[in-house]
Structure formats: C-alpha cells, structure tokens
C-alpha cells in the first residue's frame, strides 16, 4: 500500500519560509516516478504548485511561485521538498504531496497522495 505523509506546514508572516517535506512509503516505483507538491485554498481548485521527475533536474513551478519556490528530492530516502521563501498571504492553503503522475502540474494525473500540510501565512 503507497503511503504519503506530508509535515512541516505551520503559521508565518508575509515574507517568511517554511520547508515542507513528504516521506513516502510502500512505493515500489518511488525513484522512477514523478513527484509533485499541490495546494487548494478554501473555495478554490486543487491546483499545482512545484513538480519533479525522477532524476530530480526536472522541475515545472507554477507561475505563482517561480523564484520563491524549490522543489527537490531524494530517492535513497524516499523522500521529496518544498522549500517556500517569500511567502505571501496567497499562498496560504492545504499542500500536498503527490505521486506517480506524468511530470504535469494537473492535479487529475497522479494516483497517489498525501492527507495535506496546512499553511497559513498572514500579512
């Protein structure tokens, strides 16, 4: 059974960072599968935030969080980042980890996913 757990979400003010991290578990494929970073406001779509492939030089962001996001992993421990700098009162939401997808920011292509990490970020 694919397992994913997200942790390090939290409260911060405007312009502060958070790193969010994503262990995943009973995942065969995990080093040949892309990873992806999601997040969904209240009242709004799950949208994409941050996708990796498998090497882990393959990065997509959406155009909310180019130059202020960072997404990277590491297969040896199953593992997957998100580095959040500058944040802004927009980016407050659920994230979530996700897994097996096709490299795509579109939430409908991965199989596997986390319960979410909130983030709040106030100004």
């Known amino acids: 059974q694919v397992q994913l757990v997200e942790s390090g979400g939290g409260s911060v003010q405007a312009g502060g960072s958070l790193r969010l991290s994503c262990v995943v578990f009973?995942?065969?494929?995990?080093?040949?599968?892309?990873m992806g970073w999601f997040r969904e406001a209240p009242g709004k779509e799950r949208e994409g935030v941050a996708v990796i492939d498998s090497s882990g030089y393959g990065t997509r962001y959406a155009d909310s969080v180019k130059g202020r996001f960072t997404i990277s992993r590491d297969n040896a421990k199953n593992m997957v980042w998100l580095q959040m700098n500058s944040l802004k009162p927009e980016d407050t939401a659920m994230y979530y980890c996700?897994?097996?997808?096709?490299?795509?920011?579109?939430?409908?292509?991965?199989?596997?996913w986390g319960q979410g990490t909130q983030v709040t970020v106030s100004s």
């Open positions: 009973g995942y065969t494929y995990y080093s040949s599968a892309c």
């Open positions: 996700a897994a097996g997808g096709f490299c795509d920011l579109e939430p409908g292509r991965y199989p596997y």
